[in-house]
């Protein structure tokens, strides 16, 4: 079995700043990529940032320059810093990981979310 946690979502005012943890634990053998998607009412999930286990960063268009993803290796974690939020980055944020587990199968595992609302 692998579980994933998140939190530190919340309530934040337009401007302001949230960050973001998700610890993963389990069978797990090694953590390949982990990511934060997120889901807004009435929209499709988006990956919002991803991380390989050597550190490379892509992020979708319209975080760059605001969200910084990281992860700790050791204690496989993966953060996700947000500054200069906005009301349209309001929404459940859900932590996935690819990984290989304990039975040697490569599969994609999720969290359950937590959510980030930004008022405006």
């Known amino acids: 079995q692998v579980q994933l946690v998140e939190s530190g979502g919340g309530l934040v005012q337009a401007g302001g700043s949230l960050r973001l943890s998700c610890a993963a634990s389990g069978s797990i053998a090694s953590i390949n990529v982990m990511s934060w998607y997120r889901q807004a009412p009435g929209k499709q999930r988006e990956l919002v940032a991803a991380?390989?286990?050597?550190?490379?960063?892509n992020y979708v268009e319209s975080v760059k320059g605001r969200f910084t993803i990281s992860r700790d290796n050791v204690r496989n974690m993966v953060f996700l810093q947000m500054e200069s939020l906005k009301p349209e980055d309001t929404a459940v944020y859900f932590c996935?990981?690819?990984?290989?587990?304990?039975?040697?199968?490569?599969?994609?595992?999720w969290g359950q979310g937590t959510q980030v609302t930004v008022s405006s």
């Open positions: 996935a990981a690819n990984l290989v587990n304990l039975q040697a199968e490569i599969r994609n595992y």
């Open positions: 991380v390989t286990r050597g550190g490379i960063r």
